[in-house]
């Protein structure tokens, strides 16, 4: 286990390095954080902390190194951990898809559950202290044991997933048996789900109180079938036994895109719309108004459209809408560490400056979860932190110490600090069981 030493309640422990990264607030150069049973209490330059807390339990410095938030991935599938390279990319997305449920149908339990937890462990050694998982019916029994047992500490929204067209619906999230601590619920893609499915869940989104997630606009076709009920996806569908009779749109009285159609619903918040990646400029004013959070996934975008990434990312941000980053699942991405996901959308994206990056990374993921104490550095906030270290000296701009922590590729943090408690995961061993 990699826990390095346990603090007693009460005790104030100093974090300081070379640079730290707030979110909320600017960058301070040379500055602690305290911390006290699981929270930070004071934030500001190691001289002023070393004042006013004289006598520490316990001190860690990194004069070189660069502390920011625990990273959020805030969506992944990890019961498709292992299937890394099984599935390769198709012309057709509904081809792909149709690999992809075959290779899950013959999966055990064991199996979901193992790749859960080789996810949980690659996300940890990457920084990621807190995801947004989505949990299939297929997978759910493993997945959510995975997720319940896990020994290490990674903040877990699961979201259920629902998917297809049901006469009453699936049973109700089985909460008692998977005791989740963070349930959220999630209506497939609108080319798998129809309006009823939707309206379910978003119903009971309401009722408990819990996050929604899905995906939307995330495949070129998508804005055919919604609207017109034709093209590819009605072809899939039909074969599928999905849908019959003639092609008509997905909401045949008002037919309109995935956007539009929630902002009439007046869905509660935090939703999560993954993906986005076709989405107009004229979706924008109803992305405001149902407060969501587009989920950008770099690697899975370039996957889908032969390596380019054409996502409106800056656009969006500059509409005012939040963008949080997510992996999506080892199945479509080469990658679920989070420093190298923000150097590929950096690399799509050269405009995005690394503030705007982290901030990605961090607090607007950790918003569009449901973790509200999270993803910043500030009193009062969650003890949820991570510290790069670079090999030489301190970096001369906060810039510098962002391009090094998080947009030179595949990165591990020599610490974390999760809940209060510091771990070091860099020697966990990622896709071994
Ligand atoms: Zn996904």
Redesign the pocket.
Known sequence: MALLRENLPGDIVIYQAGWVHPVLSPPLENAALAVRDGNIVALGSALDIARKYPNPAARHEFPGGVLIPGLVNA?A?LELTYMKGLVPPREDFTGWIVDLVRAKRTWTREEFEKSVRAGRRELLRGGCTAVGD?VSAEAEVGAMFAHREAELPLRTRAYQEYLGVYEEGRPPFQEDRAKLLYPGISPHAPYSSDTDLFRKCIAQARERGIPLST?GAEIRWEEEYLLEGTGPLFDFLVKLGFAYGDPKPWNADRPSRLADWLAAESPPSPLQF??GTWLGEDEYAALRKIATTVVY?PS?VAYFHDGRDEHPVQALIAAGISVALGT??LASSTSLNMPETCTMARRAHPALEPSTLLEMATRAGALSLGFENCGALAPNMEADFVVFESPGARPASADEALELALLSGFAVPRLHVIAGEPYAFSELSPLKA
């Open positions: 969506h599938h989505i995906h993954v993906h996934c899975s999506d699942s």
